[in-house]
């Protein structure tokens, strides 16, 4: 069993920048890969970006490419999603989650969810 817990979204202005945590407790951390998605208001939860449990490899959906760095600390149990450039249609609560395999993109092959935080980015 995995706890997750998201932390750091606000009120930004387009052009801004926020920074996203996500503190993992339970079992071992590191084993697995971590991923942050989003939903919209009315809409399907979308994958954002993942990150390997190394570390070292990375990938994103092409609306954030660019903008959004995904990282993780394993010591600290934690990984970040730092958003830059916000623009507006990035508005979401944001979600990060685990998966025990690279590379996985999908809402269904992700085994723990954490609650969510809400970004909302005004024009």
């Known amino acids: 069993q995995v706890q997750l817990e998201e932390s750091g979204g606000g009120l930004v202005q387009a052009g801004g920048s926020l920074t996203l945590s996500c503190v993992a407790s339970?079992?071992?951390?590191?084993?697995?890969?971590m991923g942050w998605f989003r939903q919209a208001p009315g809409k399907g939860r979308e994958f954002v970006a993942a990150?390997?449990?190394?570390?070292?490899?990375?990938y994103y959906a092409e609306s954030v490419k660019g903008r959004f760095t995904i990282s993780r600390d394993n010591a600290k149990n934690t990984v970040y999603l730092q958003m830059n450039s916000l623009k507006p249609e990035d508005t979401a609560v944001y979600y990060c989650?685990?998966?025990?395999?690279?590379?996985?993109?999908?809402?269904?092959?992700?085994?723990?969810w954490g609650q969510g935080t809400q970004v909302t980015v005004s024009s």
């Open positions: 339970g079992r071992t951390f590191s084993s697995y890969a």
């Open positions: 990150i390997r449990w190394s570390g070292v490899r990375t």
């Open positions: 989650a685990t998966a025990q395999r690279w590379l996985v993109l999908t809402e269904s092959e992700y085994t723990y």
